[in-house]
């Protein structure tokens, strides 16, 4: 609770300032946690994009030396994977595991999509790292969750990764089209499309009567 208090009052600074993190630790990153590191790396990539980001264009937006955030991190992967675990690493955790098996695929996704809005900068990321451990750990359970409604665990695999394409794919072409301008359709066709995608899914998955009469 404390490291996220520190990044709200961090993000505070950031909105009041234009787009600068407030300035005042020292110039040697005294006080300097991780997390505000994370949160200022995000803060670059989100308004200037992944190939914006490195170790000295990260120093000057916090107002430290360049050498202040090797404090925690050894290199840039190990910086890139932190982010990734700060914006990704809660949405497995926050499954309700006795909802339906939809239901908690359909959280997953839209968890992903709201978290990818909140840091567009972040589906650069996952494409850039091939998605990244993050997002195929989320993916593996909930394979699992598909499997334990006696999908195939090939075909589960499949469908999982089409999900998380659609929901990345969405992400990316919102970022390169923004300011969006919806000429056709509604503002909520992340939500309908989604919807497709669920509804096509419940129909691959064997009912009752499918399970207890194979021959029919």
Same mark, same amino acid.
């Given at each position: ?40 790396? !995000? ?9 914006? !980001? ?163």
């Amino acid at each position: 609770h404390v490291v996220q208090a520190t990044v709200r009052m961090y993000s505070r600074g950031v909105q009041a300032s234009g787009g600068k993190i407030a300035r005042g630790k020292g110039p040697r990153g005294k006080g300097l946690s991780q997390a505000v590191v994370i949160e200022a790396a !995000l803060v670059v990539i989100n308004r200037d994009g992944l190939a914006a !980001l490195n170790f000295r264009r990260l120093a000057a937006e916090l107002g430290v030396t360049t050498m202040a955030p090797y404090s925690h991190f050894s290199g840039k992967d190990q910086m890139l994977d932190a982010m990734l675990e700060h914006v990704l690493g809660g949405l497995d955790d926050g499954l309700d595991a006795s909802a339906p098996w939809d239901v908690q695929v359909e959280s997953a996704m839209t968890g992903l999509h709201e978290a990818l809005c909140h840091n567009p900068g972040v589906a650069d990321l996952i494409l850039a790292r091939s998605e990244g451990d993050r997002l195929n750990d989320l993916r593996d359970v909930l394979v699992a969750v598909v499997v334990s409604a006696r999908l195939d665990e090939i075909e589960a695999a499949d469908a999982l990764r089409a999900l998380v394409s659609y929901v990345l794919g969405f992400a990316v072409l919102t970022r390169a089209g923004q300011p969006v301008t919806v000429r056709r359709g509604s503002a909520h066709s992340f939500e309908y499309g989604l919807a497709m995608l669920m509804d096509s899914l419940r129909r691959r998955v064997p009912s009752e009567i499918d399970v207890n009469n194979p021959e029919t």
